[in-house]
């Protein structure tokens, strides 16, 4: 979400029509929304805010991004579900594996709030975790900048971007690529994870036909 508002209806516009030719080539899609437009629990946290307190309006956050990405897909003809770790029925379905799954195989695009539903772990991590639950082939990481660079690509121009990598390789250069718990689990789960630039046109799209730019992180061997 981005824009002078927390959510920013064109770009939701965008985004939905991107998942609906994703969805045209028949790719079943999940997706895990943040919050950080809205509220971040770290932030929370290092106000002096109580971490588990923040972290919890951090979750409530993602479900608010989650229907209005609901509702965006909605209007461009896509069925979505809403399933959220915590619970709170009047608003969307509980979180279970078998009831994302039989979404997916009806055709659904599947939207997963309230991360993990704890405390101290980040929404990448509750990708991950999702990820492996549903059987995912590959995990794409939205970003604000089309791959993963060496440094920071906006303060330092020299930075070069990085096409390949390992997932030792995160580990071992500490690339702030995900959280190191989220990388742990796409490698004891063989998922491969694609990082790219959530603000290229039809991005998804592309990367779904092997074109676009995005850094590959997976086994040395895949």
């Known amino acids: 979400m981005r824009g002078g508002d927390a959510i920013d209806p ?10 609906r030719a994703v969805c ?9 929304v943040g919050g950080g437009n809205i509220f971040r629990g770290l932030a ?4 002096g805010m109580e971490r ?15 229907l209005a990405l609901q509702s965006a897909f909605e209007r461009q003809g896509v069925e979505a579900r809403v399933q959220s770790a915590i619970f ?16 997916l195989e009806k055709g659904r695009v599947v939207i997963f709030a309230a991360g993990t539903g704890n405390p101290f772990f980040t929404t990448d991590t509750a990708a991950s975790l999702r990820a492996a ?12 900048v089309d791959g993963v660079y060496t440094d920071d690509p906006v303060r330092n121009p020299q930075a070069q971007r990085l ?14 690529v995900m959280d190191m718990t989220a990388i742990t689990l796409c490698r004891d789960n063989r998922i491969p994870i694609l990082v790219f630039s959530i603000f290229q046109p039809e991005a998804l ?7 676009g730019l995005y850094t590959w992180i997976g086994d040395d061997n895949g």
Not at 10 to 19: N, P, R, V
Not at 163 to 176: E, I, T
Not at 205 to 211: S, W
């Open 44 to 47: 929370g946290s290092s106000k």
């Open 10 to 19: 064109e770009f939701l516009q965008g985004l939905a029509l991107d998942i």
């Open 24 to 32: 045209a080539q028949g790719v079943q899609v999940a997706i895990v």
């Open 205 to 211: 799209a592309k990367i779904i036909r092997g074109e």
């Open 133 to 144: 639950e549903i059987g995912a082939t590959c995990l794409l990481k939205a970003t604000k």
């Open 52 to 66: 588990t307190t923040a972290d919890h309006m951090g979750m409530l956050a993602t479900v608010i991004n989650s």
């Open 163 to 176: 096409d390949r990598l390992s997932y030792d390789d995160v580990w071992r250069q500490r690339l702030g």
């Open 88 to 103: 709170m029925p009047q608003v969307a379905e509980l979180y279970t594996q078998n009831g994302a799954v039989r979404h």
